[in-house]
T-cell receptor, first 114, second 114 residues
Framework: DTAVSQTPKYLVTQMGNDKSIKCEQN?????MYWYKQDSKKFLKIMFSYNNKELIINETVPNRFSPKSPDKAHLNLHINSLELGDSAVYFC?????????????FGPGTRLTVL | AQSVAQPEDQVNVAEGNPLTVKCTYSVSGNPYLFWYVQYPNRGLQFLLK??????LVKGSYGFEAEFNKSQTSFHLKKPSALVSDSALYFC????????????FGKGNQVVVIP
């Protein structure tokens, strides 16, 4: 039983293309997140949704647009892909937005922009 | 804003020896502290967290961590390292009544030598 799943696992695409990454959690959590892990393994929060509402929107180019159709799903759409977008993108979820709540991570999507 | 420092890039330890991965944090107010482990090409797995109470926290796979408020540290420890503990370890902090953000350290690569 996969708790937090992401598709696709690998994504290779050309510069300028538009792509989406999907995330689903079956934990019944209210809050979901997108993180970016760069080539040096540094992890940074991008977005967070609580009950389908955006609560964290870090300094991310507006080419990145998250969408949460329901509490169990948080998708990430990226327009006009650039070389610097190459990274591993992780989805995560937590029971609520409470600071003490543990975040559970998906397996990651490795995006390579050529 | 909260932040975490993991001063060492890599920790090498012989199998069977004690393992320590260091973490110090900076936060306004009370901290919530977390340790995660990332195996190659995998997502982050939760190990343990400190919320309140006993300063010594026990987690998965025989790991434990000690919260030291005066030294603002939360070092991860394991009495006897296994080769399978070789992975990337992340410390993270969130502030009580903070900005909802979980701030990660840069990660420590642990190499357990057979």
């Amino acid at each position: 039983d996969t708790a937090v799943s992401q598709t696709p696992k690998y994504l290779v695409t050309q510069m300028g293309n538009d792509k989406s990454i999907k995330c689903e959690q079956n934990l019944g959590h209210d809050t979901m997140y997108w993180y970016k892990q760069d080539s040096k393994k540094f992890l940074k929060i991008m977005f967070s949704y609580n009950n389908k509402e955006l609560i964290i929107n870090e300094t991310v180019p507006n080419r990145f647009s998250p969408k949460s159709p329901d509490k169990a799903h948080l998708n990430l759409h990226i327009n006009s892909l650039e070389l610097g977008d190459s990274a591993v993108y992780f989805c995560a979820s937590s029971q609520t937005v409470t600071d003490a709540d543990t975040q559970y991570f998906g397996p990651g999507t490795r995006l390579t922009v050529l | 804003a909260q932040s975490v420092a993991q001063p060492e890039d890599q920790v090498n330890v012989a199998e069977g020896n004690p393992l320590t991965v260091k973490c110090t944090y900076s936060v306004s107010g009370n901290p919530y502290l977390f340790w995660y482990v990332q195996y190659p090409n995998r997502g982050l797995q939760f190990l343990l967290k400190y919320i309140t109470g006993d300063n010594l926290v026990k987690g998965s796979y025989g790991f434990e961590a000690e919260f030291n408020k005066s030294q603002t540290s939360f070092h991860l420890k394991k009495p006897s390292a296994l080769v399978s503990d070789s992975a990337l370890y992340f410390c993270a902090v969130r502030a009580l009544y903070g900005n909802n953000r979980l701030a990660f350290g840069k990660g420590n690569q642990v190499v357990v030598i057979p």
